[in-house]
């Protein structure tokens, strides 16, 4: 099997995870360092919270302490050329603060932000009181947003979202809160589990294929680190934005029967025989 990284001069952009740790492996920084590698980008990490977490759930959470996460922060930032970064699971106000000034302190203005509140297994990944927080402090640094229809409900104060029209109305919403490009993903809410893609003045529909699969564990968090490997090669925002909808389309396809409940999805497909448990 050849190597995702090739050896010599041409050294493969630097793209940063800022997230929880999955102990199970199928969400958090474990799989957005897999898809960092898949989609050819060399992962960094800075963690912000310890899950014991598996596909039944998470029986537990341990918050980084904010120096810690900050310490983290610099020792990457000022050693490596980091292109591109996403941020996922924040946990509280007090973690998003820190996360927000080291964020501007070191420029990382490729950004994706996937607002991490609840597992799919309905467990709670951010404290109630940093909603406000996450809109205030950290949707004006995002060039991309990646809100699932829940998630967008919860960022616009709870108002319901059915379908394509409700979407197109919140990314307009989101958008007013300051992130630059906003990626409000239909997921069942859509016959084609279409998204929707807002820059600010055009609506673009990106369908998709509906799969009937369980084995879903990790999807918002490989999109949006597969955006942010496209955004640190270089892509354009809905160029990456595509490339990261095909590549999930797939690992959606190719997901893992691992575990007692929601299986991870393969991150791997592209490079790997389908694994089967």
Known sequence: MALPFPSGAHLPPVALTIAGSDSGGGAGIQADLKTFCALGVYGASVLTALTAQNTVGVQGVHTVPPEFIAQQFDSVCTDLPVAAA????????????????????????????????VAKSGDRLLAPEAREALVRQLLPLAEVLTPNAEEARDLLGGKSIQGLDDMKEAARALHRLGPRHVLVKGGHLTRGAADILFDGEEITVLEGRR???????????TLSSAIAAGLARGQPVREAVRAAKEYIQGAIENALALGKGRGPLNHMYRSCQKVTA
Do not use: F, N
């Open 211 to 221: 799969v009937d699969t369980p084995h879903t564990h990790g999807t918002g968090c």
């Open 86 to 117: 996403k941020v996922g699971m924040l946990a509280t106000s007090e973690v998003i603060g820190v996360v927000a000034r080291k964020i501007r302190q070191h420029r990382l203005e490729r950004l994706v932000v996937d607002p991490v509140m």
